[in-house]
């Protein structure tokens, strides 16, 4: 988790645009101010009950969460830099450190995700600044889609006109566009960068055996 200075951060936008931008917050906050609530949740939420066994975070029912998020649209700043129309995906890159050999954790977004009007850099979450390990002073914001996409203590913008080749989009987060038996072997070529999730839900009550009978039934759905 990095520790970024505020008054020594900004956010720089580059690769094809035709202006080159470096943005304070100060900047950022004179953009139009947009609010919505969105779901966070990792890729790998429910993982532990994968049948064979998956790698990674053993994550349960954990990783999902719910906030309002406050900021800009990702469109307004990529339009203020002056997206090229060569560009085909978004690179967004943030201020935290490899662990040892780890690959830097950068990420792509497509261009039209990027250009949605509900994508949006948060600076604020629940009305109050970023937390630290929500990604202060800046994070992408991409409703719908897995969490490895809301790229954190976002400072650094570069547009592409290529695929990006880096690990976090070549090697990790893919699966198959299609679904397959539990276990099945794909080839590395057939899969594809995860994107948007699937609809999930959850029943929170009754929480065990109901007895025979009228039961109403109440949970939530993301």
Known sequence: TPQVNLSEWSLKIGGKVDHP????????????????V????????????????????QWAFGSVGNGRWTG?????????????????????DGADVPLGTMPDFQRTI?????????TLLAYEMNGQPLPVEHGFPLRV????????????????????????????????????????????AVDASEM????DLGVKSVIATPSGWAKPGSVRVQGTAW
């Not at 004179?30 to 609010?35: A, F």
């Not at 969105?38 to 975070?57: D, I, K, S």
């Not at 497509?110 to 009007?117: C, F, Q």
């Open 21 to 36: 931008t470096t943005l304070t917050m100060e900047d950022l906050k004179k953009l139009p101010r947009v609010e919505l």
């Open 38 to 57: 969105g779901v966070l949740e990792c890729a790998g939420n429910g993982r532990r009950f994968y049948e064979p066994h998956v790698a990674g975070t």
């Open 72 to 92: 800009v649209r990702l469109r307004d700043v990529l339009q203020k830099a002056g997206i090229q129309s060569s560009a085909k995906e978004i690179l967004c």
């Open 110 to 118: 497509t261009v039209a995700k990027a250009l949605h009007p509900d």
């Open 141 to 184: 914001i991409a409703p719908g889609w897995a969490a490895d996409s809301w790229v954190k203590w976002l400072q650094h913008i570069e547009v592409l006109d290529r695929e990006f080749e880096g690990f976090w989009m070549k090697s990790a987060y893919r699966h198959p566009p299609h679904p397959v038996p539990p276990g099945t």
């Open 192 to 195: 594809v960068p995860v994107t």
